[in-house]
C-alpha cells in the first residue's frame, strides 16, 4: 500500500536541487507522498543506524553500519571528481604535523572523516557542526578543520588556507572519484516498491538538471554564505551524471573505499555492496 515515506537529506544546496521536483511537486509521483526531514549528515547517519527513516542521504562510510537495514540506490551519489572534503587551516601545516594536531571533524561516521584517517592515519580530533568549523579555526579555538559542504567554496574568504584536498588523494591514490555520500531505502518496503520510489527519485535528479536555473534558485534557501552563482558552482560539483548513476567507476569507487577501510582496521567488514 502506497503511504507517506520519510525522506531525509542535509540542508545544503545540492540536496535541495536534487529533491526540488519533488519538494514543489513538479513530476508524477505514482501515488506516493515525501515528507522531507532537513537534518546534518552526522544526524542522518545516526539515524539510519537505528532505522528511523524510509529513504535518507548517508554518508558512504556510514553505509557499512547499516547495509543490512537499506539498500543503497544507483541514483542520488556525492562524488568528488578531483575534489572533495579539505583540512584547512590558518597556516600551512605538513602532513607529518597532523599526528599531533587537533583537527576538527563533522561527524566520525562522515566519508570525509574515514576518506582522512585513510589519508594520513591517526590523529587527535574534535567533532563540531559542519558550520561551527570555519568560525572555529579562524577564531584559533582549534588548529585546523576538515570541512565539507560549501565551505570548500569559502574557507578563502575566511582568510584560511587549504592545507589537504582529500578528493584530489584520493584521485593520485585510485584514479577514481572520492564517494561522499549516497541516498538508502529500507529494505522492508519489498522490491517492486523500491524500484518504482528508486525511479521517481532519479527523476527528481533528472528534473533538477534539465531546469538548472530554477532548481538552483531554490536551493539558495540553504546557501549559506553564497550567491547563485557559487551555488551554482557548488551544485555542479556535487549533482551531475554520477548522480543519476554511479557507473561502473562510481560503484567500483564505493567498494575500493570501504575495502580500504577495512584493510586498515577502521571498519569491522565490507558490507555486501547492491546497488537498487
Known sequence: MKHTLTL???????????FYALAKHRIDTHGWQFE????????LNERATRGELDITAISIHAYAYVADKYALLSCGASMGMRYGPLVVAREQLPLAAF??????????????????????GEFP??????????????????????IIHEGQLTYESAGL?????????????????LPLGGNVIRRDLGDSAIEEIS????????????????????????????????????V???????????????????????QKAV???YLPRLPELKFV
Open 8 to 18: 531525509g537529506h542535509s540542508p545544503d544546496p545540492d540536496d535541495a536541487f536534487m
Open 36 to 43: 522531507h526531514i532537513l537534518q546534518d549528515i552526522q544526524t
Open 99 to 120: 599526528s599531533h594536531t587537533t583537527i576538527a571533524v563533522p561527524g566520525t561516521m562522515t566519508s570525509a572523516f574515514l576518506a582522512l584517517k585513510l589519508a594520513v
Open 125 to 146: 580530533y574534535k567533532v563540531i557542526p559542519f558550520d561551527e568549523i570555519i568560525p572555529a579555526v579562524t577564531s584559533g579555538s582549534v588548529p585546523a578543520g576538515l
Open 161 to 177: 588556507q587549504k592545507v589537504l584536498d582529500l578528493g584530489e588523494w584520493w584521485w593520485q591514490q585510485t584514479r577514481l572519484p
Open 199 to 234: 525511479e521517481i527519485l532519479r527523476e527528481s535528479i533528472r528534473y533538477g538538471l534539465e531546469h538548472r536555473e530554477e532548481a538552483v534558485q531554490y536551493s539558495l534557501q540553504w546557501a549559506r554564505d553564497m550567491g547563485y552563482d557559487l551555488a551554482d558552482r557548488f
Open 236 to 258: 555542479g560539483m556535487y549533482v551531475n551524471d554520477l548522480t543519476l548513476d554511479y557507473g561502473e567507476d562510481g560503484r567500483r569507487a564505493v567498494e575500493l573505499f570501504l
Open 263 to 265: 584493510e586498515r582496521g
